[in-house]
Structure formats: C-alpha cells, structure tokens
C-alpha cells in the first residue's frame, strides 16, 4: 500500500485533466492505495516573491496560506501525481506557482514515484513533450531519488469533459491500478 497524492491543476472541475486525475485515483484506491487529491483551483496560492525568508527560516516561508499543507503531504506521500491542462505547451499556472513556492522544503521531498496526466487540444505529441520537461525539471532534476512511472498524454480534448468520448479515462485508471 501506497500514499498518493494526486495534484490537479484543472481551472475547470471535472474538466479533462481533472476526469483524468479522478480516474487514476479511482484506479490507486481499487489496486488498495491510499489517494489524496488536491485540486489547486480550491486553494489560495500565492506567488513567490523570491525573498528568501525560507533561507533563512528552516525553509518556512513567511507567505500565510494553503502552500504549507501541500507541501507537507507532497513530503509524506510515495506517489506524486502531477494532472495538467497544457496551455503554449507548458503546465497550468497554478502548478507553476506551486511548485516554486517549493523552494524551501523541496530537498524534503525525495524518494517519489510520479506520474504526469495531461490534457491538450494539441495532437502534436512533440509539442506535448515539452509539459513534460516543464515537469520534470522540479522532478527528475531537483527531487532526489525521483522515479519517473508513467505519462498519460490526453490529446485532442479542449472541451469541459470532452476526454469522456475517448479510451483515456481508462488508461488513466490503469495507471493508477499500477502503482
């Protein structure tokens, strides 16, 4: 058994990356998991200021808001999961923003899985790759001990819940059966 924590960066609820984060956690607590999401669009997320108060402060940062809890489940979880819409061929926003306010506590989180879930209109998935990269710059290259599992690129859905006219809400729930 796992902990799994799902991120979705989805503006939209129930738009298409997050069907797809509601699949694979389906899929997580069917294999026996334990899954957390955490829906961005319902948290209060400040921009990094770029301080450095949290240089200064055991990595705590001096920004009062929803960014604590996450990053305290994102330490205690063995599975990250990272679900996106694409927008110019990069990661929601929101995520961004997360994973910037990161930067006192990141070296805290290591030893993941992840998992990215991305939704795109693109059909191009060249073009759809560089999410990915976005991603994996936070994970594969400042995470230590990252483990890169899966990668679901969900494309050609730009409509709210237009992903439910294709195979990939099952292919999101199998790979969260895999974990």
Known sequence: MKRVLIISA???ANGNSDILAQRFA???IDAGNIVDIVNLREKRIAYCT????CQKHQGDCCLKDDVDGIIDQ???SDVLVFATP???YSMAGQLKVLIDRTTGKYAEIKNKE?????SAQDTNEKLLSKVVVALEGFTMDCLEGTLEKGV????GVAEKGEVNKTDYPQKAYAMGQSV
């Open 74 to 76: 994102m330490i205690a």
């Open 152 to 155: 679901l690129f969900a494309s």
């Open 10 to 12: 989805s503006p939209r």
């Open 114 to 118: 992840v998992y990215y879930l991305i």
């Open 86 to 88: 694409t927008y110019f």
């Open 26 to 28: 389906q899929g997580a």
């Open 50 to 53: 770029g301080c450095n108060y």
